[in-house]
């Protein structure tokens, strides 16, 4: 039998509004090598977006490093094979490819030829696992390969990537590992997925573009699912919630045994993985959302990392906002639970007075950030800017932001 661990989206770096989530994730990889030690798997499969950022911070980079370093030392896993998503930086990631190679870590990054994108990976059984391992890939090399089609230029690459693979090892499992977005699947929110539906120009890709692959191991959505009922084709979703939208979703990792050969369904399961600091969103009208503060904070949840963190929209109601502000706040007050977002979230009151005006505006500054207003603005969709090219100015103004 031939194991393969499977996920993605880390976006290692990544803050929750202003708040640093660094300690959260080291938790985060601290259990996956846990999970490694038990599944002993023959592969681990990571399908994008590694870090949150083009150009990660050394903490970030450091994370990284030493998750594969305890990989390698402790022998979680027989192969790692990894690629880019629309997150990371090709040249940044690639450029340690080789140093890499060296230690049984795989990682495709940038526009390469889909013939160097197939991998043979030897297996305890004393077989094989054959991988396509097909990073983002970018609009313009897309339509090149499809005639100016991006879809068309999707499947050719991947069509040609999985033969390759299957050259390689033509009685192994096939398995392929992208970064897309797939038709049919499901989005967590509007919030953390705003930018993440369109993938290289593509806004989804037919699931027969992978035909042949026994697996499909995907990344880029957020949700773990299967897609249009296909139990070998799926996303891990992230292992860390990356909004609050995201907070009541279960979040996993997937085990995948195969137990025949090319064509023989494979067994797959999802690990849940812990909450490592409770996420809660308090929504609603002010009275819904002073109760629901108090139960919080009655409750105090905590995790490994620490005390939750909550959220408040007011998506209901009428009364000030900066009044419901103040009432959630005092609720929540001495019981650990840290409020760290609110928002305004009910239909626009063509008749509301100028003082209203101002108590949201005021209470509205007190949760932005320069990078949170920088997000917003660079997602509005008359910039037209592709979520590679929103990633790098955010990695910019955190290099210059004080």
């Not at 994730?25 to 259990?31: I, N, P």
């Not at 299957?166 to 929110?189: I, M, N, Y």
């Not at 989804?204 to 990344?219: I, N, S, T």
């Not at 950030?369 to 590679?388: I, M, N």
Request: negative net charge; proline residues 6%.
């Amino acid at each position: 039998m031939k194991k393969l661990v499977h996920l993605a989206d880390l976006h290692l770096g990544a803050r929750l509004r202003d708040r640093d989530r660094l300690a959260e994730q080291a938790l985060m990889l601290d259990w996956l090598c846990g999970l490694l030690a038990r599944e002993q798997p023959d592969a681990l499969a990571l399908a994008g977006d590694l870090f949150d950022v083009y150009y990660p911070s050394a903490s970030a980079q450091q994370l990284w490093f030493d998750f594969l370093a305890r990989v390698r030392r402790e022998g979680l896993a027989g192969h790692v094979v990894a690629v880019a998503g629309n997150h990371d930086s090709p040249s940044a990631l690639g450029c340690a490819g080789r140093l890499l190679d060296l230690v049984g870590v795989s990682l495709l990054a940038g526009d390469a030829a889909p013939e160097r994108e197939a991998l043979r990976v030897p297996c305890a059984d004393g077989g094989a696992l054959a991988f396509a391992a097909i990073p983002f890939q970018r609009e313009g090399a897309l339509r090149t390969q499809g005639g100016g089609d991006a879809v068309a230029g999707f499947r050719a690459h991947a069509a040609a990537a999985l033969a390759a693979a299957r050259a390689l090892a033509p009685d192994a499992p096939l398995v392929a590992v992208a970064h897309a977005t797939l038709s049919g699947a499901s989005f967590s929110d509007g919030e953390s997925e705003r930018a993440r539906r369109a993938v290289g120009g593509v806004e989804a890709v037919p699931a027969d573009a992978f035909a042949g692959a026994d697996y499909v191991a995907l990344g880029h959505l957020h949700v773990p699912q299967a897609v249009g009922g296909r139990e070998a084709v799926r996303y891990a979703g992230s292992p860390l919630p990356m909004s609050f939208a995201e907070a009541a979703s279960t979040k996993s990792v997937c085990v995948v045994e195969f137990a025949g050969g090319p064509g023989d369904a494979p067994a797959v399961r999802a690990e849940p993985v812990p909450d490592f600091r409770p996420l809660r969103l308090l929504s609603g009208s002010r009275e819904e959302t002073v109760a629901a503060a108090r139960a919080l904070a009655a409750e105090a949840p905590s995790g490994p990392a620490g005390a939750a963190w909550a959220a408040l929209s007011v998506s209901a109601g009428e009364g000030s906002f900066a009044e419901t502000c103040r009432l959630v706040r005092a609720a929540l007050e001495g019981s650990g639970v840290e409020l760290v977002a609110v928002s305004d979230d009910r239909a626009p009151d063509a008749d509301a007075s100028p003082s209203a005006a101002a108590a949201l505006s005021v209470e509205d500054l007190r949760a932005l950030t320069p990078e949170r207003l920088a997000a917003d603005r660079l997602a509005e969709p008359d910039l037209r800017l592709a979520a590679d090219e929103r990633a790098g100015l955010l990695a910019l103004l955190r290099e210059v932001a004080p």
